[in-house]
């Protein structure tokens, strides 16, 4: 059995076969974890979980490049969503009352993203300033709902691990969705509990990225993985996948993946992974 971690079922690329392709996963003892990333597909996540007695789960939460400040225009990714009104502000009892539903297991996936540029050094502080602030209000969703976290991080990893130890907040338990920070950084989530998440971006070539290094040195027990669907297919699974898109059958590659950097069986990594997907999401 396998779990993927991070998958977004619950976007618009799978509207017209979502189904089928969750039958696919389930028939191969593939679970998911459908990740929200704003309330329209946060909502989904849960209609789609809901169907499901067991191997299906959601997350709700509000991802950085989403939130509602009037800095920076996004371009619409259709492959999320098929309407243009994106933006939104983070309505702390709305999510509230979304995240009450039995099949969510996590507030995700939540977080800062510094990808996009600003054309002054004050709109990116205040760019910056209103991630990190709907960030601790949706943090403080989890602790009160004793849910954990899937953290988002892009190009912010220093100040993502700051404002966690300034806002005490890493009682909260979660993982570090699609890890692509140094070891240091790593060293320091996982001093505070969390999990790394692996996917298919580990076939890629970063500069100043050491998958392998990263993957070799973490400690199997705080390992998850993912597939982050329909995104980041990994290479081995291209040429199945419809356009290259990705889904969680493609889980399994990861795992292969995984189990050759650190020399150990495809099953040994498959059963602690789901293990600790299981423990932190408290699914079985």
Request: aromatic share 10%; proline share 3%; charged share 30%.
């Amino acid at each position: 059995m396998l779990i993927d971690a991070h998958a977004h079922l619950n976007f618009n690329a799978y509207k017209k076969d979502v189904d089928e392709v969750i039958k696919r996963s389930l028939e191969n003892n593939v679970w998911m974890i459908n990740v929200g990333s704003q309330y329209e597909t946060s909502k989904k996540a849960v209609e789609i979980a809901q169907k499901y007695e067991k191997g299906v789960y959601a997350t709700i939460g509000l991802h950085p490049i989403h939130l509602n400040a009037g800095l920076v225009k996004i371009k619409l990714d259709k492959e999320e969503i098929a309407f243009n009104s994106r933006e939104e502000e983070f309505n702390y009892e709305k999510y509230k009352e979304l995240a009450k539903n039995e099949k969510v297991v996590a507030i995700g996936e939540i977080g800062l993203d510094y990808y996009y540029k600003l054309k002054t050094k004050r709109k990116l502080e205040l760019f910056k300033e209103n991630q990190r602030e709907v960030l601790v209000n949706q943090l403080n969703l989890a602790k009160e709902l004793n849910l954990p976290v899937i953290f988002h991080c892009r190009m912010a990893h220093d100040d993502l691990i700051q404002t966690l130890q300034q806002s005490n907040i890493p009682t909260v338990k979660g993982v570090i969705h699609c890890f692509t920070g140094t070891w240091e950084q790593a060293e320091d989530y996982m001093r505070m509990g969390f999990y790394l998440g692996f996917n298919g971006i580990i076939f890629k070539k970063i500069e100043g990225i050491d998958f392998e290094e990263n993957i070799k040195n973490t400690p199997l027990n705080k390992i998850l993985i993912e597939t982050d669907c329909p995104y980041l297919t990994p290479l081995p699974a291209e040429a199945l996948a419809k356009a290259g898109r990705n889904e969680p059958l493609f889980v399994k590659y990861v795992a292969e993946k995984i189990a050759e950097i650190k020399k150990l069986s495809f099953e040994e990594i498959a059963k602690i992974t789901t293990k600790n997907a299981q423990e932190l999401f408290k699914i079985i």
